[in-house]
């Protein structure tokens, strides 16, 4: 099995910085792509920020120009850079991986991550 940890969420003032790490272990060949995601309360799951395995991101127009994306192919982990942050930005935030887990690369699976708090204080 795979599993995804993510750690660094917290309470922090508006206008503060956050960062945000997730890290896969477990039964794993290769990771496409990695994402955050959040869920504020009554609201639906969206996407933060996405990067494929060559790099590329993605960025929902909310967070552009204050968060950024990252990863460590070697160490399976993706990272959210949070600065200037708003209380708008209050959710949990969610760790996920499309991931092979053998070399015949037959199919692509999604993992999510337990979720960590990310609280913004006005």
């Known amino acids: 099995q795979v599993q995804l940890v993510e750690s660094g969420g917290g309470l922090v003032e508006a206008g503060g910085s956050l960062r945000l790490s997730c890290t896969a272990s477990?039964?794993?060949?290769?990771?496409?792509?990695m994402g955050w995601y959040r869920q504020a309360a009554g609201i639906q799951r969206e996407l933060v920020a996405s990067i494929t395995s060559g790099g590329s991101t993605n960025y929902a127009d909310s967070v552009k120009g204050r968060f950024t994306i990252s990863r460590d192919n070697a160490k399976n982990t993706v990272y959210l850079q949070m600065n200037s942050l708003k209380p708008d930005d209050t959710a949990v935030y969610y760790c996920?991986?499309?991931?092979?887990?053998?070399?015949?690369?037959?199919?692509?699976?999604?993992?999510w991550g337990q979720g960590t708090q990310v609280t913004v204080s006005s």
């Open positions: 477990g039964r794993i060949f290769s990771i496409n792509d």
């Open positions: 996920k991986a499309l991931l092979y887990t053998d070399s015949r690369r037959r199919y692509e699976y999604q993992y």
